[in-house]
Structures are given as C-alpha cells and as structure tokens.
C-alpha cells in the first residue's frame, strides 16, 4: 500500500523546520502539519509582552548553516520575541521550508496501521494524510493550561493565556490588569504590563526565585566578535552540562571561605544570563546544605531590592531552593512591587474563590478588571502529546500507556509505536532547547538514512532496550534536589487531572552523557530496536 508521504511532522517549529530540511536531504517526500498561521513554534505562539530568549542569542540560533550565521545579525544579547520570530521566517525563506508545510492544520489524531505498517494522520478538519513514519515536533512546553477557577469563562472583558497571546497589540494604558502565575511567563509579562497598566494585580500562588538577566543591545564590535567566534561557541555549548555558555565551577561550596563565596556569588549576580544558576558551586544544586547557602544569597538580594518588608517575604520561596526548578531571568522585576500602580496579592493566604463577569473574588476582597492575563503555565513534557489521540500497535492508547509516567527509548522512541520518532519527547535533555534539538534531529535523520540505505521500513523500541532507558534515566536522577520538588521537571501540573503526583519527567543527567548513549545505541547497529 502506498503513502501520501514518506513521513510527517507534526510542528512547525525550530524542530520541525530543522527536521524537514534534513529529510529533504534523504529524497523524502515530506509534509508538516502545524497549528498556527505561520512558523515558529514556542516563538510563533507566544507573543506576550516581555517574551525574550534567557540564554544567550548567538548561542540559540541554528549552527548547522555557516552562511545563516554570516548573515543573520542578534540585535541583543537575549533576543526579545519578534525578533525571533522574524530570524525564523528568515530561516523559512532561505529554505524555502514553506512548500512542503501546510498551516491552519491541528492534528487531531494519528493512528498506527498493523496491516500496512505505517500511520493514518487525521487533521481537526477531518481530512487523512498517510506517511510510513510521523515526527513529532510539537514541543516540551506547548500545551498551554488554565487553572480550574469557578466562573472562568463569565469575565465579560479582554482575557488570555500567555501562550495564545493576540496577534494585535493590547493596550495597557489606565486599564485595570490582573496577572494570574508568577512563573517564567508571569515574570516577563508583569514586569512590561506595569510600565502602562493604571493598576496591575498579580495574583501568586507560588513564588519563584528569580535573577537578573543583564540584558543589553550588541555594538557592532560585539557583532565581529560573535561572528568570528561561532565555531567556538557551538562547541563550547557542546561540552556544557545543559548546552548553555555556562557550567558548574567545579568547586564545592564549602571548599572555600564563607567571603570567598559571597563574592563568587556577587559575582554570578552581576553577570548576564543563566550563570548565576547552572555556574554555581557543582554541590549547590544537589547538597541541601550548599543550596541554602545560595538561596539565602538571593532572598537577600530580594530583600534589598523590594521596600516593603511585607511584600518580600511574600516574594521568597519556601517550599523549593534556588535553582530547583528553572529560574527566571528578570528585568527589574522586584523592583514593580515598588510602584503605587502594583499590588500582590497572596493566594495561599487568600485564595481565588471564583471569577465573575467583572473580575476576580478571592476569600479576602473583590477586584474589578478589564483585562485578565493567565500566566499559568503548562502540561509540560507529556501534555501535547496527551492533547493528540495518538494510537500505536493493536490500537494501543499513547496516552493511557502514559497516564503513569511516560517511559521512552532516549527520549524519541516509544515501545508498541512503531515507526514514530519523537523529536525532545520526555527523557531527551533539554537545556538550551535548539542545541538538542538539532542532535536529536541529525540522530533520527541518521537513523532514517541507514534504514533507507538498508531497504527497511519499520523501527520499533525493544521493550528490554526501553526497561535499560529508563532505569538509567531514574539512577540519573538520583540525589538532585530538583527531583523531589512539584515542578514541571517532575512532570507536576495540578491543572491537569492525574498529574498531581511527581514522576521523573526528564533526562536530569548531562547532555554530553545523553549523546554518548544514543550514540553507543547507533554505533551498536540500532540493536536496541526492531528494524524490518
């Protein structure tokens, strides 16, 4: 039985653009299904206001092109979003990636056929597309959720999630502005809407440590210099823990003076980007002890930063250590709850009892607003694979193979669903995400080259070779502190029925070690899967 397509992804984003691009180079005849309008991914939804990149812009964009990184110039250190997008649809132009993408297209479901081994992709629209293999290229962090608020759906004025952000400008000025979250999103948003909102009310449930990003335009001497340094760079990025321009000092925390410390940690403060949480001492993020040491350091600098004492406090996370979960880079954002215009208000102590047509009703008080801002996150990791009715071998739920913790082979193959290759599914490491996603990307397209060249056209998981996965991934994870906090690392979202509970959500080792075993896994002869 022949196919409409040799293959199928599913997203047009960083993954799927680079994922298509790569299997044209093999002859396939190729066809990416993507939601939205345009491409883009993670940078094509999410257009809120303050949406910038918090690594390091040369070390972000795609390596695999040296005349792309020639004529492509970062105007910051830390691109903001339109920028972003507009370096993407310069990279979809310059490949011409658009003639084999079609938009407007959410799929809905993809169902694997036993008979004629291959997949039957069923778009929103009810239109089938056929393929022997699908991609998934739809993101850890794109299942945007809601909080489970009473009466959500009865505000009467201007409402939004960060990830679907309006493609139109909204206006702040003299508008009463609620933010819901105080994540990641929360941070980047509150810290922009407060410049013009008349009043901004952020509700926080769980306050996030956070530092700050020392952002600035690059000068053109700067420009030269990064252009010149590219090849440096990338492989700088390769040898890191998380892909980053930053690694763990290899000092232990107590191996030097109680003053040499704080003026490492000055140190880390003051310079731009991820340092001050993936260039820490290497214990801090594993010694319970090591990392008091450094969240005490940063509650001070919230302190400092913050005038009413009150507030502060209110500020500094209890349940979690600095760097447990993935820090937000901030600008001036402490500083908001300095302004008159700014109120925080403590759902813990107060919490949301409903949202009615005019605003939000907490235990303590009623608030009128015009607009809402839903800054709450995502059904990370496993939840844009939940939201597609994905079907493997006789008929076998994805989902419901899921609903205990997902278990994969390297984080891109999952037993019982052939021939589908998940481009950072769970147990891929993440970091600084295009880094992985172009190993992940050129380990798929190897494995489909050498299937090509060997006239072979089904690849399954061996259950055995999946059990060795995982049980790496979980002696990995064993002793990181982060593990034993809720986060999205461990796959918790208490939007989301049935992920209340912590599981090991991701690969925690480093991504060099993530390489050397699915290399180990290619130069084996792929004797970890079936291959027909």
């Known amino acids: 039985m022949s196919q409409d397509f040799d293959a199928i992804i599913i997203?047009?984003?960083?993954?799927?653009?680079?994922?298509?691009?790569?299997?044209?180079?093999?002859?396939?005849?190729?066809?990416?299904?993507?939601?939205?309008?345009?491409?883009?991914?993670?940078?094509?939804?999410?257009?809120?206001?303050?949406?910038?990149?918090?690594?390091?812009?040369?070390?972000?964009?795609?390596?695999?092109?040296?005349?792309?990184?020639?004529?492509?110039?970062?105007?910051?250190?830390?691109?903001?979003?339109?920028e972003t997008l507009r370096y993407l649809d310069h990279v979809a132009d310059r490949f011409d990636l658009r003639r084999d993408m079609q938009f407007n297209s959410r799929v809905a479901s993809a169902h694997y056929r036993d008979a004629s081994q291959d997949w039957i992709v069923t778009l929103a629209d009810g239109s089938t597309h056929t393929a022997r293999f699908v991609i998934t290229a739809i993101g850890p962090l794109s299942a945007a959720t809601l909080p489970n608020i009473e009466g959500r759906d009865s505000f009467a004025g201007q409402s939004f999630h960060t990830y679907y952000w309006p493609h139109e400008a909204v206006d702040f000025a003299g508008k009463r502005v609620a933010v819901i979250g105080t994540g990641a999103t929360g941070i980047q948003t509150i810290q922009e809407v407060a410049k013009t909102a008349g009043t901004l009310t952020v509700f926080q449930r769980t306050p996030n440590w956070a530092a700050p990003l020392h952002n600035r335009p690059i000068t053109d001497e700067e420009q030269a210099g990064i252009k010149a340094s590219y090849p440096d760079i990338f492989r700088r990025c390769e040898e890191t823990f998380s892909c980053f321009l930053h690694t763990a000092d290899p000092r232990g925390t107590f191996e030097v003076t109680a003053e040499e410390r704080e003026a490492f940690l000055e140190k880390l403060y003051g310079e731009p980007g991820f340092g001050i949480w993936v260039g820490l001492f290497r214990d801090m993020l594993t010694d319970p002890a090591a990392n008091a040491i450094v969240s005490e350091f940063i509650a001070r600098k919230i302190r400092s930063r913050v005038n009413d004492p009150a507030v502060a406090e209110k500020l500094i996370p209890t349940n979690h250590g600095f760097g447990t979960r993935r820090v937000p880079m901030e600008t001036r954002y402490f500083e908001v709850y300095n302004q008159p215009n700014v109120t925080l208000v403590d759902i813990k102590a107060t919490p949301i009892q409903c949202i009615t047509s005019t605003g939000i009703t907490t235990t303590d008080a009623s608030f009128d607003f015009d607009i809402i801002i839903y800054a709450t996150g995502f059904d990370a990791l496993t939840g844009s694979f939940d939201r597609i009715d994905i079907r493997g071998e006789g008929g076998r739920v994805l989902k419901q193979d899921w609903s205990g913790g997902a278990r994969t082979l390297m984080g891109m193959l999952v037993e019982g669903f052939p021939n589908l290759l998940m481009l950072l599914g769970p147990h891929t490491a993440l970091g600084n995400i295009p880094r992985s996603i172009e190993y992940n990307v050129d380990w798929v397209t190897r494995l489909l080259a050498h299937m090509r060249q060997?006239?072979?056209?089904?690849?399954?998981?061996?259950?055995?070779?999946?059990?060795?996965?995982?049980?790496?991934?979980?002696?990995?994870?064993?002793?990181?502190?982060?593990?034993?906090?809720?986060?999205?690392?461990?796959?918790?979202?208490?939007?989301?029925?049935?992920?209340?509970?912590?599981?090991?959500?991701?690969?925690?080792?480093?991504?060099?070690?993530?390489r050397a075993k699915c290399e180990e896994i290619a130069a084996g002869g792929y004797r970890a899967m079936v291959l027909q």
């Open 454 to 514: 060997h006239d072979l056209t089904h690849v399954a998981a061996r259950p055995e070779a999946v059990a060795e996965w995982m049980d790496h991934v979980m002696a990995i994870g064993e002793g990181l502190l982060s593990n034993q906090v809720d986060s999205w690392f461990t796959g918790v979202n208490r939007n989301v029925a049935g992920k209340e509970t912590r599981v090991i959500a991701r690969y925690s080792g480093s991504a060099p070690d993530y």
């Open 11 to 82: 997203g047009a984003g960083m993954s799927g653009m680079y994922q298509l691009l790569r299997l044209r180079e093999l002859g396939m005849k190729v066809r990416v299904f993507e939601a939205g309008s345009g491409v883009g991914g993670t940078w094509y939804w999410n257009r809120y206001p303050g949406a910038r990149f918090d690594s390091e812009s040369y070390s972000y964009g795609f390596s695999f092109s040296k005349e792309l990184l020639q004529d492509w110039n970062w105007t910051e250190h830390f691109s903001p979003q339109p």
